[in-house]
Nanobody, 125 residues
Framework: QVHLVQSGGGSVQSGDSLKLSCTGSGYKYSTYCLGWFRQYPGKEREGVAEIYTGDSTTYYDDSVKGRFTISRDNADNTLYLQMDRLQPDDTAMYYC??????????????????WGLGTQVTVFS
């Protein structure tokens, strides 16, 4: 059973940066797809970015390309989401996720079995 603990988040001004962290434990397989999702009030979670631990291939939603960077520290099993040039539309609850095997590149919620509890990101204009 993979356990994901999130940290980071908070409230910032438009144009500022934030970095989210997600430390995982309980990994049993050699490779995983790790992802970040966000959820707006009353909406379903949508994919932001994902990374395949086997070769560090990354995928991004078009809305964050060039602004957000997903990365992983293999030494301590921590997943990161560096968010730069934040905009008010980025205001949402952010979740990290994990599942064994390769990423599909589509960053779909149903492809992930393990989830963090979420952290709020608020961007003021």
């Amino acid at each position: 059973q993979v356990h994901l603990v999130q940290s980071g988040g908070g409230s910032v001004q438009s144009g500022d940066s934030l970095k989210l962290s997600c430390t995982g434990s309980g990994y049993k397989y050699s490779t995983y797809c790790l992802g970040w999702f966000r959820q707006y009030p009353g909406k379903e979670r949508e994919g932001v970015a994902e990374i395949y631990t086997g070769d560090s291939t990354t995928y991004y939603d078009d809305s964050v390309k060039g602004r957000f960077t997903i990365s992983r520290d293999n030494a301590d099993n921590t997943l990161y989401l560096q968010m730069d040039r934040l905009q008010p539309d980025d205001t949402a609850m952010y979740y990290c996720a994990a599942d064994a095997g390769r990423c599909s590149s589509a960053i779909r919620e149903y492809e992930f079995h393990y989830w963090g509890l979420g952290t709020q990101v608020t961007v003021f204009s």
